[in-house]
């Protein structure tokens, strides 16, 4: 089953004849709608596969069907698609959009003017909250930038669980910061025939809902197999609603995270309590991975302080929704790498799966520290055979306290880092690659070997902190294999890459992301402390964070966080033998707007039904702000194709 926040899906009577719904419609949702002109409607899939809308049809509150023409006959993943309404769409009025068969794909109502100059999903496309926009409409495009800057209180509102098993019970959640009146909200189900019932009115009654709380009822139209949950404002605004197919919401549908996430079912009902989302995955496709919800919970310990998000950019044009799963979970507990020389608790920043063993996931903290991470009931937490509050970095010679950004395993087993600068001195660049061998003994790591590149970027050595802190973000061990197999053409020759001509590099050259303008820098890393710089590449990024090579998709990724948008860019080898961009993905929608400086995608060997784990790191351990359960959480898990 495949249920999505805010999707209204149901079986209705069709004729006989009828081609049954698509694969995929579960995910295909109302995203923007007017009733001002040309009465213009667009649908939006969140799903992981395109989906056919052919001999779709429309209706209005008449729940009269009529055939519309859609600008494509198949909507791609994470695309958009338009269409003029054949009825006329009034001041207060409602749109059901029917698959060919009749099932009932989703719904939205509005009152008077409220979808003038139109109607949005604001906060994600797909998943936000019904919104008149306060700006010109943003049809077949994200919705983000006609939305209002602010969204109120009652639509923090969502539905939060439900049951159709029993006793048909909703549950609501109220994830805003005030309280909202309940007192004129109404709910339906998917039968077109039924009217809206009065929250109020429903046992127990509810007429207002707390700040950060919940409130159940039983539903008193039945809720049965292939049904839905509409929630509407005292206006008959839709504010949230929720669907499920045959023994969905058995024993319970729930949101993961509480008020935010994507609905899977669950194998425990958790009414009137936080959910437990313990059961299968939907919401895309791949399921939930196991570990905690995304808002699952935790109270920040003493001497951790969270660090608010900065450097918020715009996302690239022509990016693409996450192709994987839609839901993502919280993967460490909270505070989890507070350090001696990091008390705040936060900057782990690089990750990098050991493609020699994918169960050990390591990872860069700035001021200095290496982690070794394993799963221990579905989080990853420091490997305690190996240190349990991580190693600390030196520079060669066991001197400074280097900056570390990013990480990557070498071709040799070694864990390589990168350093900016030396924090003892964080006015100066320094930005440099550093060999360490993990078997080493001690909490104290000093290079085997370390390369220093500072003088190549004088840009960085201004006398500030700050353009000193845009250096090496990032780095990834990319095999000489994958270079010569795709026909790389060396700079420094203008012929086919031939690795013998550099005897003593290894296996792989290193491509570190510089943060300042979101270049790929290539390197050789001699053996004998030497190195060679083999030139730059264009990411078509403005900063990069993290950088790793993938296998499974044989590429080389370069991450960036909220600057950029939060996107990673896929980059391969193209026919004249340049390393350029192919394709850019977003994060799952669901995720907050961060300095999520790491990423990682685990290699296919781990596969599970066609997909693999994909890991986050957030810079600042600030989730979805002050308040929030993410709060104090630095990793997220969730899901990549295989």
């Avoid at 990098?352 to 169960?359: L, M, Q, T």
């Avoid at 900016?420 to 001690?442: H, L, Q, S, W, Y």
């Avoid at 290079?447 to 902190?465: C, I, R, Y």
């Avoid at 402390?529 to 990024?541: L, M």
Wanted: some cysteine.
């Amino acid at each position: 089953m495949t249920v999505s926040s805010l999707l209204f899906t149901g079986l209705v009577a069709a004729p006989a004849a009828a081609a049954a719904a698509p694969a995929g419609y579960q995910n295909v949702r109302i995203n923007e709608v007017t009733s001002s002109g040309n009465d213009t409607v667009e649908l939006y899939n969140a799903g992981s596969a395109s989906v056919s809308v052919s001999g779709w049809k429309m209706s209005d509150d008449s729940f009269s069907q009529q055939s519309f023409t859609p600008s494509s006959t198949t909507i791609a993943a994470g695309g958009f698609v338009t269409f003029n309404s054949p009825k006329g769409l009034g001041d207060s009025d409602k749109l059901v959009i029917y698959a060919a068969d009749g099932t009932v794909v989703d719904r939205v109502d509005w009152a008077t003017d409220k979808a003038k100059p139109a109607m949005a999903r604001c906060g994600g496309d797909g998943t936000g909250a019904w919104m008149t926009t306060t700006t010109a409409a943003t049809f077949g495009a994200a919705n983000a930038s006609g939305c209002p800057s602010s969204i109120p209180a009652a639509s923090k509102v969502r539905i939060n669980e439900v049951t159709s098993d029993g006793a048909d019970t909703v549950e609501l959640y109220n994830g805003g910061s005030s309280a909202v009146s309940l007192a004129s909200w109404k709910y339906v189900d998917n039968d077109t025939t039924h009217s809206a019932v009065t929250v109020s009115s429903s046992s127990p009654s509810a007429t207002s809902i707390p700040a950060g709380g919940r409130v159940t009822f039983n539903s008193t139209l039945g809720l049965g197999d292939n049904d839905s949950v509409l929630l509407l404002d005292g206006s008959g605004n839709t504010v949230d609603s929720v669907t499920w197919a045959a023994n969905g919401a058995k024993p319970s549908d729930e949101r993961c995270a509480d008020g935010t996430g994507w609905f899977q079912t669950s194998a425990t009902a958790t009414l009137g309590s936080a959910n437990s989302c313990s059961g299968s995955g939907g919401g895309g496709g791949g399921g939930t991975p196991t570990g905690q919800l995304l808002g699952g919970g935790g109270s920040l310990t003493s001497g951790c302080a969270p660090e608010a998000p900065s450097g918020t950019g715009s996302t690239p044009s022509g990016t693409l929704a996450w192709p994987g799963g839609l839901d993502v979970t919280i993967a460490d507990n909270v505070c989890a790498f507070t350090t001696s020389t990091g008390p705040e608790g936060r900057d782990v920043s690089g990750l990098a799966f050991d493609p020699s063993n994918p169960s050990v996931l390591w990872a860069a903290k700035n001021k200095n520290w290496l982690y070794k991470l394993v799963k221990s009931n579905g989080l990853w937490v420091p490997d305690a055979s190996w240190s349990a509050t991580g190693k600390q970095l030196r520079f060669l010679g066991g001197s400074g306290q280097p900056d570390s950004e990013g990480l990557t395993v070498g071709g040799n087993g070694h864990i390589y880092v990168t350093s900016e600068r030396d924090n003892a001195n964080n006015t100066v660049p320094k930005d440099t690659i550093m060999e360490f061998d993990p078997t080493a003994t001690g909490t104290t790591l000093t290079p085997v070997h370390q390369w220093d590149m500072t003088s190549q970027f004088p840009q960085l050595n201004t006398g500030s902190k700050d353009d000193a802190n845009l250096g090496f973000e990032g780095v990834g061990h990319v095999p000489d294999s994958w270079l010569t197999a795709n026909g790389w053409v060396d700079p420094l020759t203008g012929a086919a890459y031939n690795p013998a001509n550099y005897p003593l590099h290894g296996s792989g050259l290193f491509f570190a992301g510089l943060e300042w303008d979101g270049t790929l820098h290539v390197y050789g890393l001699n053996s004998d402390g030497t190195f060679t710089t083999f030139g730059t590449i264009a990411t078509g990024k403005s900063s990069v964070m993290d950088v790793t090579y993938d296998a499974g998709t044989q590429r080389v990724i370069a991450t960036c966080d909220n600057t950029c948008g939060e996107t990673h860019t896929f980059m391969k080898v193209n026919a004249s033998g340049a390393i350029v961009p192919d394709v850019t993905y977003t994060n799952p929608s669901v995720m907050p707007a961060d300095n999520l400086e790491g990423f990682a995608i685990a290699p296919t060997s781990t596969c599970v039904s066609g997909f693999r784990e994909a890991v986050w790191s957030d810079d600042g351990i600030y989730g979805f702000g002050s308040g929030s359960s993410s709060y104090g959480h630095a990793v997220y898990s969730g899901t990549f194709p295989c």
